[in-house]
């Protein structure tokens, strides 16, 4: 599931930037509220499993990312809502591919250097 989810992440980057210096401005940033509306269902579909099946520690892991991940969609979403404001669409960008480059190690590199 990770491996889906780093290269729908890449392939909705990618073409988020490559809308952006097109006249297709606006679906561009429409396009990129699609990775922290993701990221937030993920983390909300993993609180519903419960603290038995996660245990502690994962649950009150994803409790401490769900505000920074909800504040990562308020933006997203005004960004989308402000299409002309392109220097917010870029904070946006690079959050997103901040968030993907850790989702990116993780899933491939992780047990390889470690």
């Not at 993993?46 to 909800?70: E, F, I, M």
Request: hydrophobic share 70%.
């Amino acid at each position: 599931m990770a491996t889906l989810f780093c290269w729908f992440a890449i392939i909705l980057l990618l073409a988020c930037a490559a809308l952006e210096f097109t006249r297709w401005r606006a679906i561009g940033t429409r396009l990129l509220v699609l990775f922290p509306a993701v990221l937030c269902l993920s983390v909300l579909l993993d609180l519903t499993h419960g603290v038995t099946q996660l245990g502690l520690a994962a649950y009150n892991s994803d409790l401490r990312t769900l505000p920074l991940l909800l504040i990562f969609l308020a933006i997203a979403i005004l960004a989308a809502l402000r299409p002309a404001w392109r220097w917010l669409f870029w904070i946006v960008w690079l959050i997103g591919a901040a968030l993907c480059s850790i989702a990116i190690y993780l899933t491939f590199f992780w047990k390889v250097f470690s």
